[in-house]
């Protein structure tokens, strides 16, 4: 008797502070939803319960967004500036993180933990030798200076990252594989990069989502709203003066968190599987 | 299959010299058992050979060519390792034939010799799993199996069965030694374990901090060992060591016996005060100390309990007990071993 009544305490605290994480966490979500949904006049009526319709819902953000404003073109630009950044990152990251791991003996570990020191110093610093280099580049005002800045925050992360899981790898493996007629490339490419998917899978999402939400160097380097990645686009297209296009604004953030969201659940195992695998050893 | 012949070889990492200076011939065909304690340079010698190690100076000769620089694949050496290093993400089969895809074997002769390394080993109904779902002896099958099947110039163990049970481990002893028989592959085989060594071994290496101390037969590593450490390194227990005359007499636990026992006149005797005394089924293994030598050298005395009763030897007694005189050994003051005093 007195046992159950402990367990259905502790089941109760266990659900209770679920509940509560559940709501800080998808509380946001909630309020981007109805805020989008909301018609103008429900929304800016002080009068109104906030927190739920007091009017009929309206799509009328979503039209106005895609066919006022170059919403459209603000998410294209973010996932060409992502899939470009994850390619970058990829092929600096992977093969980086491989030659930490493996071939550089005892110096690899502190490289590791230096690359990684560098992912540390804040963009609100960096954007200023940077914007001289887009600049002397010619590619200030264009979105393929994201494209050259990102990297320089992605790779040293992945680069550490990956350099974790590889040295988690049991060596063996790859060793075998050079005895049994395999390059130490080919043994790379047959064994180590086919085992390395969730830890390559983590970097991608990593790097595509650490793209999707920058926001400083955009802001610092690009002016024209055709150029905009999605982030900056909502931020300042939808802000004129002091007037907030609420729902709007909610309506591209609940648009461009979706992918993301769909991503992480998708892959949700394989993600912790890839961070931990890297961090224990 | 060829003869692997080491000359002078030495591996240095950093500060730590691993092998210092080994020589070995492996005539074709024959299995050699590298055998010492955990950190004695066995392994690193082994990776050496298969050339996943470069040695820092010293020539290797694998077949009659000079391999040095030859990187591991062309060197056409099979090595299995501890932890076998099956491909995960490959089936069995794919385990298996992966060194001939690397030679670009064609397809039909690749499944021919899979099929062949596959029933020579008892693991046909495994092709289509994968490691992980395998048990442990399965997967040193496995692994043995992807080390033949291109029929290697040789064949590199390195401690291939500690990861299995003791049961488990006899009956894969057979099994590695009337396979290799069967097929007359040059083997070198890399343990600490005595037992492992004694039973498969043409021959034995036996190895400490990077040196070879002596190369012979199972059966010349035990009866007349080199020097001390050989002769404490082998058999259970080690063979009774004590000093006297600036050297030191040896004799292995099971020569040492109560002098009635012994028969003929021409034996050593000592007086040996009995400490205490171990039942082991077989034997009686009685450890105490003799009389007129340093009470610190604990000597050891494994009797046929058939032969002498519980009662008749008990702790604190001392007795009368002799070792044959051709079953005495000696070493000098080095450790060396000695023809006598």
Same mark, same amino acid.
């Given at each position: 008797m007195r046992r159950a009544v402990l367990n259905a305490a502790s089941d109760g605290a266990f659900y209770g502070a679920v509940a509560i994480f559940v709501v800080l966490t998808a509380f946001p979500f909630y309020w981007m939803l109805i805020t989008s949904l909301k018609s103008n006049p429900d929304l800016y009526n002080v009068a109104n319960t906030p927190f739920w319709f007091n009017e009929t819902p309206t799509l009328e953000h979503f039209r106005y967004l895609f066919e006022q404003t170059l919403f459209a073109r603000w998410l294209l630009n973010s996932l060409i500036i992502g899939l470009c950044v994850v390619a970058i990152t990829l092929a600096a990251a992977v093969p980086a993180g491989y030659s930490l791991a493996r071939m550089t003996g005892r110096n690899g570990e502190a490289l590791g933990i230096g690359i990684f020191l560098t992912y540390l110093v804040p963009p609100t610093l960096l954007f200023l030798p940077l914007s001289r280099v887009v600049a002397s580049l010619g590619l200030q005002n264009s979105m393929w200076s994201l494209v050259l800045v990102y990297p320089t925050f992605t790779i040293p992360f992945c680069t550490w990252l990956l350099m974790g899981f590889f040295k988690a790898m049991p060596v063996e493996i790859e060793e075998a594989a050079i005895v049994d007629g395999c390059s130490l490339f080919g043994a790379f490419v047959r064994m180590v990069l086919p085992l390395s998917i969730p830890a390559i899978l983590t970097v991608v999402i990593f790097t595509f989502t650490l793209t999707l939400q920058e926001f400083v160097y955009a802001l610092t380097f690009i002016s024209t709203s055709a150029q905009k990645p999605v982030t900056l686009g909502v931020a300042t297209d939808l802000v004129r003066g002091d007037i907030f296009f609420w729902g709007e604004i909610m309506a591209g953030a609940l648009i461009a968190s979706i992918p993301v969201a769909i991503a992480y659940n998708l892959f949700l195992d394989r993600f912790i599987s890839g961070i931990t695998g890297g961090a224990v050893k | 299959m060829a003869p692997v012949t080491a000359r002078n070889i030495f591996k240095k990492f950093d500060d730590v010299l691993a092998v210092n200076g080994m020589s070995l011939t492996v005539p074709d065909g024959e299995f050699m058992v590298l055998l010492g304690p955990s950190g004695c340079g066995k392994t690193t010698f082994l990776r050496i050979v298969c050339g996943l190690e470069r040695q820092t100076s010293?020539?290797?000769?694998?077949?009659?060519? @000079?391999?040095? %620089? #030859?990187?591991?694949?062309?060197?056409?050496?099979? +090595? +299995? *390792?501890?932890?076998?290093?099956?491909?995960?993400? &490959?089936t069995v089969r794919n385990n298996i034939a992966f060194p001939l895809k690397t030679q670009h074997v064609s397809r039909g002769e690749i499944d021919k010799k899979v099929n062949w390394a596959a029933s020579l080993l008892g693991i046909s109904h495994l092709l289509d799993r994968r490691p992980r779902q395998l048990s442990g002896g399965e997967r040193q099958r496995v692994a043995l199996a992807r080390a033949l099947v291109r029929e290697p110039t040789a064949l590199l163990l390195d401690e291939p069965l500690s990861n299995l049970d003791a049961k488990m481990r006899a009956s894969a002893r057979q099994d590695i030694r009337q396979f290799q028989q069967r097929v007359g592959i040059t083997t070198i085989y890399v343990t600490h374990d005595q037992v492992e060594a004694m039973g498969m071994g043409d021959r034995i290496a036996v190895i400490d901090h990077g040196r070879i101390r002596q190369v012979g037969t199972p059966v010349e590593i035990y009866e007349d060992p080199a020097d001390r450490f050989v002769a404490t390194f082998v058999g259970t227990p080690p063979m009774n060591l004590v000093?006297?005359?600036?050297? &030191?007499?040896? *004799? =292995?636990?099971?020569? !040492?016996?109560?002098?009635? +026992? #012994?028969?003929?006149? %021409?034996?050593?005797?000592?007086? !040996?005060? /009995?400490?205490?005394?171990?039942? @082991?089924?077989?034997?009686? #293994?009685?450890?105490?100390?003799?009389?007129? !030598?340093?009470?610190?050298? /604990?000597?050891?005395?494994?009797?046929?309990?058939?032969? $002498?009763?519980?009662?008749? #030897? =008990?702790?604190?007694?001392?007795?009368?007990?002799? $070792? =044959?005189?051709?079953?005495?050994r000696y070493f000098d003051a080095n450790g060396k071993r000695a023809m006598s005093h």
């Open positions: - | 010293g020539d290797l000769i694998i077949g009659g060519n @000079l391999v040095n %620089d #030859i990187p591991p694949r062309a060197r056409g050496v099979a +090595m +299995m *390792f501890q932890s076998y290093g099956l491909y995960p993400h &490959y000093a006297r005359n600036g050297g &030191y007499l040896g *004799f =292995r636990p099971e020569n !040492f016996l109560p002098k009635e +026992m #012994i028969n003929g006149s %021409d034996a050593a005797e000592f007086s !040996f005060r /009995v400490d205490r005394s171990e039942y @082991l089924g077989s034997e009686r #293994i009685v450890y105490g100390v003799l009389d007129g !030598f340093n009470p610190a050298e /604990v000597i050891a005395a494994k009797l046929p309990p058939a032969h $002498v009763a519980e009662e008749s #030897i =008990r702790p604190g007694e001392w007795h009368r007990f002799a $070792v =044959r005189r051709g079953a005495l």
